[in-house]
């Protein structure tokens, strides 16, 4: 009786487990991977998993007392400071450390966490955070005070729990912001007011979306991969839809919709510096993050807009996104790796939004249904999406060719050589140290 109890425990707990990484955006095949691990570590050799976005299936128990527990899977989003809470259990599962009552004991306490800061610290910060990212798309003072302001507008807005206003508020937020953004351009001078309609909405844009759908796709997680990518476009399709309302309550002319000369909004060189420290302190404020994370996340964003700086200046703009993709994916997981480090998710969320893969998704949508020449911007911003997502899949690629290298030179390094009498391993310390031991032998 106890086995049983005990494997049910088991099969909640990792179901538990599964659920808190979909809620962190995590991708199905690293999911699946991480609660194989944690089964093994408990016990559980013989488990089977079925991960999928919105389901979740476990099997444990030998062939003749198999049972099955399945959950569905919300569309909930935890916060950093669960995630970083999540991530630290699941170090320890890995390990055995964690009893499965306790793990789920423990799994209810990080899904009813309150934030660590009030509401109104978390409101300022979505202004921040949009501010930021104003100072980085659509580079002019004026726009950076009026992305201050609608975000902290949108920053109320998310307070609301209602579940019918989730439904509809991509579409509010996007016609509320289009509808002030067109209006001021007549007055100011904001810069590209596409562009910078993309600050307030960035934590509706599904950009870390699209980049996991195009990675699970490339690692044959059809299903998974295919209904991310609908779900992504879907979300931008109400994005664009509000923001065309807009436009035509207001009375923007299809010209309007046409990306600016971006050299007309140029301020000083240290500007999107300030601006990737502006917006690490909102991702910091707004998402509750533990403290030691700040560094962090910051080292993160300044390693992705580099590379994306750099791919922009010398390759081509089309390759900036997979430059840096490829240059922020292994020191993401480096910094995961690390004792005093941060979770993967923490990190590469604020990156995927610096690098914008939805961003240029939405601007490229509310072009190509506005323009007549919105199809190759659509177009590009397809390409933007799928470099992105290629960078990342080579980094990841990259960081374990040099992890598991680099770990196994020092297992080869600090290995004493074997004895004489002893049979001989096929190491690589074996093998270098040879003709030296046979140099040694004293002839007979």
Not at 80 to 94: E, S
Not at 159 to 181: D, E, G, H, K, N
Not at 348 to 357: G, R, S
Not at 411 to 435: G, I, K, M, N
Request: net charge negative; with cysteine; charged share 15%.
């Amino acid at each position: 009786m106890t086995d049983v109890v005990d494997r049910s425990a088991l099969r909640q707990f990792l179901l538990g487990l599964a659920q808190g990484m979909n809620a962190s955006a995590e991708s199905v095949d690293r999911i699946r991977d991480t609660i194989a691990e944690v089964a093994t570590a408990s016990g559980g050799d013989g488990a089977d998993f079925v991960v999928l976005p919105t389901i979740i299936i476990v099997e444990t128990g030998d062939a003749e007392e198999q049972r099955v527990a399945f959950r569905s899977a919300t569309n909930a989003s935890f916060r950093f400071d669960q995630i970083a809470a999540l991530y630290d259990l699941i170090a320890q599962a890995k390990t055995g450390e964690v009893d499965p009552l306790d793990g789920i004991r423990r799994l209810n306490e990080i899904g009813a966490m309150r934030p660590r800061l009030g509401w109104f610290t978390r409101t300022l910060g979505h202004a921040i955070l949009t501010t930021g990212l104003a100072l980085l798309l659509a580079p002019t003072w004026q726009g950076a005070l009026v992305a201050f302001v609608l975000g902290f507008g949108i920053g109320l807005l998310k307070l609301v729990r209602s579940p019918t206003l989730q439904l509809v508020m991509p579409i509010a937020a996007a016609f509320v912001c289009a509808a002030a953004v067109f209006l001021l351009a007549e007055v100011i001078e904001i810069g590209d007011p596409i562009r910078l309609l993309i600050a307030p909405l960035v934590t509706f844009l599904p950009g870390g979306v699209l980049t996991t759908a195009t990675v699970e796709l490339a690692a044959g997680q059809m299903i998974s991969g295919a209904s991310r990518l609908i779900y992504g476009f879907v979300q931008l399709a109400l994005l664009a839809f509000g923001i065309l309302a807009a436009g035509a309550v207001v009375g923007v002319s299809s010209d309007s919709y046409e990306a600016l000369d971006a050299s007309s909004s140029y301020l000083p060189w240290w500007v999107p510096l300030l601006g990737i420290l502006v917006f690490a302190l909102g991702n910091y404020l707004h998402f509750s993050s533990p403290p030691s994370t700040f560094g962090w996340v910051l080292l993160a964003l300044v390693v992705a807009y580099l590379g994306q700086w750099a791919g922009t200046e010398f390759i081509d703009p089309a390759v900036g996104g997979f430059v840096g993709a490829v240059a922020v994916t292994p020191v993401v997981f480096w910094i995961a790796g690390l004792r005093h480090g941060a979770p993967s998710q923490l990190t590469f969320l604020p990156a995927f939004w610096l690098l914008v893969p939805g961003a240029a998704g939405l601007v490229g949508l509310t072009e190509a249904v506005a323009t007549d020449n919105g199809l190759a911007d659509f177009t590009a911003a397809l390409v933007s999406v799928m470099s992105i997502a290629l960078g990342v899949l080579i980094g990841t690629a990259l960081y374990r060719v040099v992890h598991h290298g680099a770990e196994e030179f020092v297992q080869f390094a600090v290995a004493p050589p074997p004895a004489e009498d002893e049979e001989p391993a096929p190491t690589l310390w074996h093998r270098l140290s040879a003709p030296l031991r046979r140099l040694r032998r004293p002839r007979r």
